[in-house]
Structure formats: C-alpha cells, structure tokens
C-alpha cells in the first residue's frame, strides 16, 4: 500500500507546517488570526485544487501575498488563481494571489475609508456630480422591473 501524498496532501501539510504557519505570521497585519487565515487558505486549495498543479513556489508565494494584504483566499475578499506565463521556451502555469471586491472594500475600511460595491444593469438610473463637498454618486435600479443587463 502507498503512503505517498496527493498533491493537495503534500500542499496542505506544507501550509499547515509549523515553519510556515510562522511565516504567514509574520506577513499577517495585526488583528487578523493566524489560525483562521491558515485554515481558509487550506480551504481554498482543498476546493480548487488544480492550483497544486501549478508552480509551488508561486502558490506558497500567493498564500503568502494574501497574508500580507491581511485578506482571506476565500472567493469573497481574494481568491488564488492560475495563469500560464511565458518561460522563454514555452508556458508555466503559476498561481496568483487577486484581491476581490470584498477585499477591496476591506482594505479601503482599513485606510478608513468607507467604500460600498453594488451591482449595475443597463436600465438603473446612475446620476454622478461634483459639488464644494465632494463627489456624488445616486443610483436608482428599478426594483420591480426588467433592470436589463448586467
């Protein structure tokens, strides 16, 4: 019988060592849970877990990029993806670290900065100006109708 890892196995007992539980510790702004992080990222490699296929050193590299934004690779504050780059003989597929909406909007509330996102179709009524306070932003969707497209 085989004892050898799967490739998910081998990347999760990597995160999930002590060494780099330290290292995302040391990434991880104050206020966010090692723990919890730790855990989200194991998470989000077990329900994508083609980004084991890629180059290992980007995806423990993008765990790590996550970390230091103080966001979670959990499809609603970042998420860890694949990309295929031009090695000078062919493609590598690596993996990247992207910042979602939600997290976007975290890091802006970390800045202090308040920041809200909503979804647009082509009917809503958007209205934008600039006055002496600042810029204005309304938006009316029709709430009972056909919006049109997103």
């Not at 780099?20 to 998470?43: E, H, M, N, Y």
């Not at 180059?55 to 970042?78: C, F, H």
Request: charged share 20%; hydrophobic share 35%; net charge negative.
């Amino acid at each position: 019988m085989s004892t050898e890892l799967t490739p998910v196995a081998q990347v999760c007992t990597q995160i999930g060592s002590d060494a780099f539980r330290q290292k995302i510790g040391q990434a991880l702004p104050p206020g966010v849970s090692l723990d919890r992080f730790t855990r989200t990222a194991l998470t989000a490699i077990q329900m994508n877990p083609k980004v084991t296929s890629a180059d290992r050193q980007s995806l423990y590299n993008s765990v790590i990029r996550a970390a230091q934004d103080g966001l979670m690779p959990d499809g609603r504050e970042g998420v860890l993806v694949i990309y295929s780059e031009w090695n000078g003989s062919g493609y590598s597929d690596k993996v990247q670290f992207q910042p979602m909406v939600g997290g976007v909007i975290k890091r802006f509330g970390d800045a202090g900065i308040l920041a809200y996102a909503e979804s647009v179709y082509s009917k809503d009524v958007i209205r934008i100006w600039n006055d002496d306070t600042g810029q204005h932003v309304t938006h009316e969707p029709d709430v009972f109708g056909d919006r049109g497209d997103f």
